[in-house]
């Protein structure tokens, strides 16, 4: 019974803070999240750390389907020209300043997912 109780709550807790971050979401423009947070009576730290639980309980509610695979690109030996480097067909970056590029000479899925 307690174990259920514990449960509870911390669903209820879950829910609470996830309408916390919907709110911080849609604080108003200019306004930065410290600011919000002190508004909110709750450090920054804390509002991250929540953020970060609330959409763990999110991705633990995805079908299995849903969620983020990697797949395995196999690499091609391919013979080169030596003078001819070969210039990738898409680059993909994200805000953080990583990137991946996808060249012509790989190969179509193979259907691995690690």
């Known amino acids: 019974m307690a174990e259920q109780t ?53 991705l633990d509610q995805l079908p299995e389907a849903e969620k983020p695979a990697f797949v395995e690109f196999p690499r091609l030996k391919a013979e080169r020209t030596a003078t001819v480097p070969e210039v990738p067909v898409m680059r993909i970056k994200n805000g953080n300043g990583l990137s991946a590029d996808i060249f012509s000479s790989v190969s179509p899925l193979s259907g691995r997912v690690i």
């Open 6 to 58: 514990s449960l509870v709550a911390q669903q209820v807790r879950l829910m609470h803070w996830a309408e916390q971050i919907r709110e911080c979401q849609n604080r108003l423009e200019g306004m930065d999240v410290s600011t919000w947070c002190e508004q909110n009576n709750i450090t920054k730290a804390n509002y991250y750390y929540r953020l970060k639980r609330v959409l763990q309980m999110y």
